[in-house]
């Protein structure tokens, strides 16, 4: 696995910034999906900007979601659940 990061990482992290530097143009970011031409919540920032910050988002959501699951399987090895519960032996009569 450690093998595959440093494969992976170096050209990944060298494609990052040779975008940054080939995307600098500014662009406007718009969240107002209806008025193109003049937008009610607009930010000019340089393309690059857009593009890490979402790949940025990605790998954040990404590993909440690995963190996530390891720690839903790793609560199931164990024989509890994933919320914390805990089961209590059945009362006897």
């Not at 990052?16 to 500014?26: E, H, K």
């Not at 720690?71 to 659940?81: D, E, F, Q, W, Y």
């Amino acid at each position: 696995m450690k093998l595959l990061r440093w494969i992976v990482l170096p050209p990944a992290v060298i494609l990052a910034m040779a975008l940054a530097v080939a995307n600098r143009a500014p662009v406007t970011f718009s969240l107002d999906p209806f008025d193109t031409a003049s937008p009610a919540l607009g930010f000019d920032v340089p393309l690059f900007f857009v593009i890490l910050v979402s790949v940025l988002a990605g790998i954040l959501f990404g590993g909440m979601g690995a963190w996530a699951q390891a720690r839903r399987k790793a609560a199931k090895s164990r024989g509890t659940a994933a919320t914390g519960e805990t089961t209590l032996p059945a009362l006897r009569d």
